[in-house]
């Protein structure tokens, strides 16, 4: 999957990031990726349109030293091919909450317990309209 955006910037606990993003109108999937670098992942988010046997799903995982970890998939699935959204990822050293804009929420342990992310990326089939960091 190419990475649209690359983001080298210390995360603390208690940050969210808020994303608005068009995604293209066949697009398969995207992922957004919070962790140290890309072999250590606290978060994959990745919705799937019809990928890798994946349909209309989100798939959460973590990676540690370049291995995944037990996936944690969710059928609720807000969105849409075309459409532009808005989400945000709310940042802990226990839990990452992803809110997204019709009122669904993920939760995902954090599983490498850091306190602190230095590595955010967003990947896939999807215009990127605005990040930010709070």
């Not at 995902?108 to 230095?118: G, V, Y």
């Amino acid at each position: 999957m190419e990475a649209k955006l690359v983001a080298h910037v210390k995360i603390r606990s208690g940050t969210c990031i808020k994303v608005k993003a068009k995604v293209d109108i066949d697009a398969k999937s995207f992922a957004i990726n919070l962790g140290q670098n890309e072999s250590e992942l606290a978060l994959h988010f990745n919705p799937r349109f019809d990928s890798q046997g994946d349909v209309k799903t989100i798939i959460c995982n973590s990676k540690t030293c370049g291995e995944w970890g037990m996936e944690i998939r969710q059928s609720a699935f807000p969105f849409q091919q075309g459409e532009e959204f808005k989400l945000f990822v709310c940042y802990d050293a226990q839990q990452i909450l992803v809110k997204m804009q019709k009122g669904e929420e993920l939760l995902f342990p954090n599983r490498l317990e850091m306190d602190t992310a230095e590595y955010f990326s967003i990947a896939g089939d999807l215009k990127i309209k605005a990040v930010r960091f709070d």
